[in-house]
């Protein structure tokens, strides 16, 4: 099992910045891939931005590429996502997932969750 805690989220003024934490414990997640997803009040579960642990390789959805970073820090078993430039339809409560295989954008390829941390962007 894999446990996921996220943190970090909070009020930003658009044009701001705020980095979330996913926090894994219990099993390794040294060759896991990981996601942030996120999900605004009355809509889907989206993609947001992937990372092989294993390699680092990134990828992001179109919406937030040139505005976030995603990142690892694999002593720590942290994954982070840096966002900047935010806008009000950023606004969304942000969940980190893991997976031991590459599952990239496929939500219901993740096998575990973060409860999810709420990110709210005023304009």
């Known amino acids: 099992q894999v446990q996921l805690v996220e943190s970090g989220g909070g009020l930003v003024q658009a044009g701001g910045s705020l980095r979330l934490s996913c926090a894994a414990s219990?099993?390794?997640?040294?060759?896991?891939?990981m996601g942030w997803f996120r999900q605004a009040p009355g809509k889907e579960r989206d993609f947001v931005a992937a990372i092989k642990w294993t390699f680092g390789s990134r990828y992001y959805a179109d919406s937030v590429k040139g505005r976030f970073t995603i990142s690892k820090d694999n002593a720590n078993n942290t994954m982070y996502l840096q966002m900047n430039s935010l806008k009000p339809e950023d606004t969304a409560v942000y969940y980190c997932a893991a997976s031991r295989n590459w599952v990239g954008a496929l939500k219901d390829g993740y096998e575990y969750w973060g409860q999810g941390t709420q990110v709210t962007v005023s304009s």
């Open positions: 219990g099993r390794t997640v040294s060759s896991y891939s």
